[in-house]
């Protein structure tokens, strides 16, 4: 306690003293403070200038930036002879010297050429624009000073968890603190209740709370309820679609196929696996192997399958005389780059052509990963094979009734067929088939009842030669072309695509010992004949003509041929049949029998079907249209799938990436500086795509922990630890606060890789919840936030710019997924000079769905979200460069989804008379609004009502926002609300996430 007995007090009031005591209290205090914190960053600053240098963090980024171009891993630009990324080489004598001289400053050959004044001698050269600052300088002499201590790249070392003293949530907080501890800052308050509850909602779901449900967390914002409020938000349905965007980012998602004619292509159904994996919280180790290498996993689902799709958002070129294999290989490549950006954050690309010049990857080494993606079907074929199809139950029942139906049809039809083919059999025998012969190699099988089965190869083009043991005399053959009895989709021709035949010349042929006689056709019946192609044609001596079936070609038929004359073939004879098809495509006969008559030429006539057998095979084709149209419903997503073993492509080196240039032959491996161990767990056999997702996910990969919990980390903040989150390699960014990096991904690893948890305990963090206000304090310690000093205030994202006007507004349909929508975009953006495609403008409800459902084709994708850094899926894109433009005020302004929302807000506003401004602010910005708010937005309606009194405009701005004015209301005023619905929805704090 202060005593007051100083004589100035005298007659001064007990009450005035002790609130002079209480203001000196507080001023001591206040002033003991700022002292005890200058002495803490007193000591600070002296423990930093103590601590050693850390190669790792420090050197190694220089030596890349300024060194290893010349003095690197790549042998192609090597300087001297003198590598400087490897120890042994960088700390041994070189003409001139030692590079490096541990603990000698001045006799190391380093230090003399990057501080030498002779432009023939320093280092880097002149040309090279990289002289070295006077702190990068600081940093070598220190370093070598201190012992020249080598070590590895700080994201190659090894991933261990720092040790604090608190709960999950809390550790978060705990190295922050020590982080800003040494910049003098500490945590700043917590944010508003209303600003949280909006904060948690955008960054969960992607969208805004309602009014009430902020209101509800308001009334009581303590711990309980936060963390009931997080877990309600983590379980929605909305979780799946928001989260969903970062991976379509990364897995260069698209609905069309790029290149000229930009075509499109049915993708659709690996986002749907997406949102659904996302939203069953799926580890990420487990969608890793299914994304990568589901269809090698043991009993392999169709949703594993489904997964691989992920890799099948290569690029495919439809243009005509492109290369297939140039094409299928920039594919694969593109595979190799994506896969290591997208879980080790390293910029592999430059590999391709030559050694990484600055990390420890081969030119060998990343064609040891194009082997490992070089063993897959897809071959950037036109129809995008191989194709897994998507049921849903529906589609799935449909075809099921309808192969029931066909089966049933066929089960009939063959009796009636039977019927009809027993009355005509009375006519004909059915002669021994003793020698049958395809000149171009397919297997004719002859079948005990007569009938020839072909086999095997399947030529373009093909002639049959058959011998019939025939006594007696003979007037006409028969020829039945018979369907399978298996059914389906074959027809009477070997072409699975279009089953007909073409019988291009008869020749008959009477062979007795020595002796052969050419027999003569004098005239043909058929049951059918294509157009143009009528059975006469088969014996006209033109090769180019013929016999045909089709659209009938999945039918049975027969055609009687007459000789000329009748002929006997005695006992020591055959008749020899030569069938010519030459038609090409593999329009040859399927399965067929011969016959033949002796009897007078007028009985004898191809097989006439009965009136039943008529109505069955009506209705066979019938049943078979309705199956093709509920196939061509069925959605076909290209997925991955492994070549079989008879069938493995050798890998080479491609000489300066090209492929026409091929080197060595390079076996499938793992990056030989990063595999570690693994080499041993294979046990000398080559690695494949399951074993490149194990070893990603396993702990011994010391950047797929951190990249990924960066990556995260920067969706929530705006920013990562490590700002280029593409580059965790040698010239990326040091990580901000590397203690808070490696905690965080360790924390994600060790609980199993689960999104949801690694969100809530963010989430659950006091740093997670501070307000984002900005102080001159602020602004001069951490001006890019890097530290975490306060929260996270940035623009949001154009997906959820557009989601959150339309759910404010109310036109948000909750239609989940299904194929891509096309919401309303300026006219003639998507013209495509190839493939015919139009967008055509939805309507109802795909009109208003979630951005994540935006029909995207590459060539020209949505507008509204490339100005909002949107990607166009040509390229993984591993984060948006988040920029700020007028054109984006334009589109927020004028895009007609910004004046649909604009409408529609306008009618939920003056649903509530007298409180119109407070009720769209509310809704917009969740927070009640404030008076100086209202009375603006007020005067702004009077503006416009008062303006657009006189003339048409106010009946266009109604009309363009595709809304009706509220009954009792002019259009001018509404159209005065509209305005100020829009300019709601423009604010800055509806715009940004803070």
Not at 741 to 746: E, K, M, S
Request: include cysteine; charge should be negative.
């Amino acid at each position: 306690m202060v005593s007051c007995a100083c004589p100035e007090f005298g007659g001064v009031r007990d009450a005035e003293r002790n609130r002079w005591v209480s203001k000196m209290r507080g001023a001591i205090l206040r002033c003991l403070l700022s002292v005890l914190s200058l002495l803490v960053c007193a000591v600070g600053m002296e423990l930093r200038a103590e601590e050693r240098v850390r190669f790792g963090r420090e050197v190694l980024p220089i030596l890349s930036a300024r060194c290893f171009a010349c003095h690197g891993p790549d042998e192609a630009q090597r300087q001297a002879g003198l590598r400087l990324d490897l120890e042994q080489d960088a700390k041994s004598p070189h003409a001139g010297g030692i590079p490096i001289l541990a603990g000698d400053v001045a006799g190391s050959t380093l230090w003399q050429r990057i501080n030498s004044s002779d432009p023939e001698l320093v280092m880097p050269p002149p040309e090279a624009h990289g002289e070295l600052k006077p702190e990068q300088r600081d940093v070598l002499r220190r370093w070598i000073e201190e012992g020249a201590v080598w070590g590895r790249h700080w994201s190659f070392e090894p991933l261990e968890r720092p040790q604090v003293e608190t709960d999950s949530a809390k550790a978060i907080d705990q190295l922050i603190q020590e982080a800003l501890r040494q910049r003098g800052l500490s945590l700043r308050p917590q944010a508003g209740p209303y600003e949280l509850v909006r904060r948690v909602y955008l960054d969960t779901i992607g969208l805004p709370p309602t009014p009430e449900r902020a209101d509800a967390f308001a009334r009581q914002p303590d711990e309980a309820a936060w963390e009931q409020l997080i877990d309600e938000l983590l379980a929605r349905p909305e979780f799946g679609e928001h989260w969903a965007r970062m991976w379509m980012d990364l897995a260069r998602y698209a609905d069309t196929k790029g290149y000229e004619k930009d075509l499109g292509r049915t993708m659709w159904p690996w986002r749907d696996w997406l949102i659904r994996a996302i939203n069953a919280d799926m580890p990420l180790e487990q969608m890793t192997r299914e994304m990568l290498a589901g269809d090698l996993l043991p009993g392999a689902t169709e949703d594993q399958k489904l997964a691989t799709a992920f890799h099948r958002n290569t690029m495919s070129n439809d243009e005509g005389g492109t290369d297939d294999e140039e094409f299928r290989g920039i594919a694969v490549k593109d595979r190799v780059d994506t896969t290591l950006q997208v879980w080790m954050g390293l910029t592999v690309g430059c590999a391709k052509c030559h050694t990484h010049k600055y990390d420890p990857l081969t030119h060998a080494d990343y064609y040891g990963l194009y082997a490992i993606f070089n063993q897959t079907q897809d071959a950037d074929r036109y129809d995008d094979s191989p194709l897994l199809e998507v049921l849903n139950p529906e589609l799935s029942e449909q075809r099921e009734r309808c192969r029931q139906r066909i089966r049933d049809v066929q089960v009939r039809l063959a009796r009636a067929e039977q019927a009809d083919a027993a009355r005509e059999d009375a006519l004909w025998s059915v002669p021994e088939v003793t020698d049958s012969v395809s000149q171009q190699g397919a297997t004719l099988t002859r079948q005990s009842d007569g009938t020839v089965l072909v086999s095997g190869t399947s030529p373009a083009e093909d002639v049959y030669t058959l011998n019939l043991r025939v006594t007696g005399r003979v007037t006409a053959l028969r020829l039945q072309a018979l369907v399978p009895e298996s059914g389906g989709d074959v027809g009477v021709g070997r072409n699975p695509r279009d089953p007909n035949f073409v019988l291009s010349e008869l020749e008959l042929e009477v062979v007795e010992g020595e002796r052969v006689r050419r027999l003569t056709i004098g005239s043909a019946r058929a049951d059918y004949a294509q157009d143009n192609w009528p059975v006469a044609a088969a014996f006209d001596g033109q090769l180019k003509t013929g016999w045909a079936v089709s659209p009938k070609q999945r039918e049975p038929h027969s055609a009687v041929f007459v000789l000329s004359e009748p002929v006997d073939v005695s006992e020591a004879g055959v008749l020899r049949i030569v069938m010519r098809q030459h038609y090409g495509d593999s329009l040859t006969f399927r399965h067929f029998r011969w016959s033949i008559t002796g009897r007078d030429a007028s009985e004898t006539q191809p097989l006439e079907p009965s009136a039943e057998t008529r109505e069955l095979r009506e209705s066979l084709a019938e049943a078979r249209r309705e199956l093709e149209a509920v196939n061509a419903r069925i959605p076909r997503t290209p997925v991955m799938v492994a070549v079989g073993e008879g069938q493995r492509r050798e890998t080479r080196i491609h000489r300066r990436g090209n492929f026409l240039d091929p080197g060595d032959v390079v076996p499938a491996a793992l990056p030989s500086a990063f595999s570690g161990g693994w080499i041993e767990k294979l046990s000398g056999r080559e690695p494949d795509r399951l074993d490149l997702a194990n070893w990603l996910m396993s702990p011994d990969n010391t950047l797929t922990g951190r990249v990924w919990a960066n990556r995260i980390w920067a969706r929530i903040h705006g920013q990562g630890i490590v700002e280029t989150e593409e580059d965790f390699g040698a010239l990326g960014a040091l990580p901000a606060n590397a203690p808070l990096l490696d905690w965080l991904a360790c924390e994600y690893r060790d609980n199993g890789w689960s999104l949801k948890r690694f969100l809530k305990t963010i989430f659950l963090s006091d740093a997670y919840r501070q307000g984002s206000e900005l102080t001159p304090e602020l602004l001069s310690a951490d001006a890019g936030n890097v530290l975490t000093s306060r929260g996270a205030r940035y623009r949001l994202s154009g997906e959820t710019i557009r989601d959150q006007m339309l759910a404010v507004s109310g036109l948000l349909s909750e239609k989940r997924g299904g194929p891509s929508v096309m919401p309303p975009q300026p006219d003639g953006l998507w013209r495509s000079t190839y493939n015919g495609q139009k967008w055509t403008n939805a309507e109802g409800e795909d009109r208003y769905r979630r951005a994540v459902y935006t029909y995207l084709k590459r060539t020209t994708p949505y507008p509204s979200l490339t100005t909002f850094d949107g990607g166009s899926g040509e390229v993984c894109q591993i984060r948006r460069i988040r920029t700020n433009t007028p054109l984006q005020a334009l589109v927020t302004l004028n895009d007609p989804v910004s004046l649909e929302a604009a409408g529609a807000l306008a009618r939920r506003m003056t649903e509530s008379p007298g409180q119109a401004v407070e009720r769209g602010l509310r809704l917009a910005l969740i927070r009640p609004a404030r008076d100086e708010e209202v009375e603006r937005l007020q005067a702004l309606q009077q503006t416009i009502q008062q303006s657009l009194t006189e003339g048409p405009a106010a009946r266009q701005i109604v009309r363009t926002a595709r809304v009706e004015v509220p009954s009792g209301m002019s259009e001018a005023e509404f159209a005065g609300w509209i305005v100020v619905a829009g300019t709601i929805l423009n604010l800055d704090e509806m715009l940004t996430r803070h």
